[in-house]
């Protein structure tokens, strides 16, 4: 009789995921490009530090950051009518073509002596206009290879692969960075998207063009479905709420480790750390959350998150905050993967790639601006009540959330909004939705 220990991988909700053959082949792919987009994080900003004028640093960083994540919002409009309707491994792969072929134009313009500051930041921009894709057409795969039910877990899979990137990432740049510079680093992170690109390549399939109904449609069509469905436009608009309440934290957690608790950087970097441990554990479990409600589940990560701040805003001592900001490291890890498998089951697979990716336009710019809200806020009531505000208004944003989810549910259909929705059709025997079209659940 088999042992328990036996039974686990099979038991495991990962193991669907990792036992399908084309994402086996194309996981290792997608954790070699994370870990050098771990370390580019660190590489980016060290290279525009020691390109630009000593006296522009602070601008140029902060263009450089943006310019590695902010065009992708236009690239979403851009390319909508060229890529609208492609296959999710298509998708991903141009992404991951195009950012090797930009970031390794920087060490190349470096050997030949034309790196200036100024086209470092136009390559950096270069290299992120297909990432909404590339994101959404890494789900949109999901959504294709793999039945409604293991959407969570192999979500999840990609959100701990990330994660895992963002604890070994930073401190290996580190590393190569002292011993290579960080142009090298960056042509690392320039291989291994290549690397990725082949993998697509490879290891997958290749699909055909654009269906012909997608033919000629709207650039912005992405974004016109999600305005016409309730639960996607909520789904959108607590996440931009969410990301962007979070963003002043960015700019308030140093400031109150220097002024308030009067500690060095290697705090910073403990609370850092302790928010990234957490947050791999949380992506490890949200797997194991596939049969709980995803949009009540969804909701309540925000309220509890926001719950988990509390005591950074409260002034609690370090021995309780830090453990609390793990805590909300290991809330937070579970939100992309329960948001994008309401995605995956509100939208049809045609329709996915564009929803996503203007889904990812629109979040790419939550953080940033939130960012640019701390500077102020910070300087007007300080960095503790800063934490605390944010702490408070994100508990805020899921309990009116929750009441407006509520108020719209219907008291004959409860449950999840997919399975009354399927359930309600049955009964009265109407048709289901027109090919290209998907129902629309209640708001979340």
């Known amino acids: 009789m088999p042992t328990d220990a036996a039974r686990f991988p099979r038991s495991s909700p990962y193991w669907p995921v990792l036992s399908r053959p084309q994402l086996r082949r194309v996981l290792p792919g997608l954790a070699v490009s994370a870990l050098g987009d771990g370390m580019a994080v660190v590489a980016v900003t060290w290279l525009a530090i020691q390109l630009a004028p000593h006296d522009q640093r602070g601008t140029w960083i902060a263009l450089a950051m943006a310019a590695y994540t902010l065009p992708s919002a236009a690239g979403t409009v851009i390319f909508g009518r060229l890529l609208r309707g492609r296959g999710g491994a298509q998708l991903a792969g141009w992404d991951a073509i195009l950012r090797a072929s930009a970031l390794a134009a920087i060490p190349l313009a470096h050997l030949a002596g034309v790196l200036t500051i100024g086209l470092y930041v136009v390559l950096l921009a270069a290299s992120a206009l297909l990432h909404s894709w590339g994101s959404a057409g890494r789900f949109t795969l999901i959504a294709e290879l793999l039945p409604q039910r293991h959407h969570l877990p192999a979500n999840a899979v990609l959100t701990t692969i990330g994660g895992f990137a963002t604890i070994v990432g930073p401190p290996l740049a580190g590393i190569l960075i002292s011993w290579a510079g960080p142009v090298w680093v960056i042509a690392i992170d320039a291989a291994t998207f290549a690397a990725l690109a082949l993998t697509y390549r490879l290891a997958l399939p290749a699909h055909g063009g654009p269906a012909r109904s997608e033919r000629g449609a709207s650039r912005t069509a992405g974004f016109a479905v999600i305005r016409q469905n309730p639960a996607l436009l909520g789904l959108l608009a607590l996440s931009l709420g969410f990301f962007f309440l979070f963003g002043p934290v960015y700019v308030a957690m140093p400031i109150h480790i220097t002024d308030d608790l009067h500690a060095s950087a290697t705090l910073l970097g403990a609370y ?173």
């Open 272 to 444: 850092y750390t302790a928010f990234g441990i957490g947050g791999l554990a949380g992506g490890l479990l949200a797997g194991y959350l596939r049969r709980w409600p995803l949009r009540t589940t969804t909701i309540g990560i925000v309220v509890a998150f926001g719950v988990a701040m509390l005591p950074l805003g409260l002034g609690a001592p370090i021995s309780v905050s830090l453990p609390a900001f793990a805590l909300a490291g290991l809330i937070w890890a579970p939100y992309m993967s329960t948001s994008m498998a309401l995605f995956q089951r509100s939208t049809s697979t045609a329709q996915l790639p564009a929803v996503l990716a203007a889904n990812g336009a629109i979040l790419v710019l939550a953080v940033p601006l939130g960012t640019m809200l701390g500077g102020p806020l910070v300087g007007a009531i300080g960095p503790r009540p800063t934490l605390l505000l944010c702490a408070v208004a994100i508990v805020a944003l899921g309990l009116i959330t929750g009441g407006f989810a509520l108020s719209r549910r219907s008291p004959r259909t409860p449950g999840d909004p997919a399975v009354t929705e399927i359930s309600a059709r049955r009964r009265s025997g109407r048709r289901s939705a027109p090919a290209g079209r998907s129902p629309s659940p209640p708001v979340p």
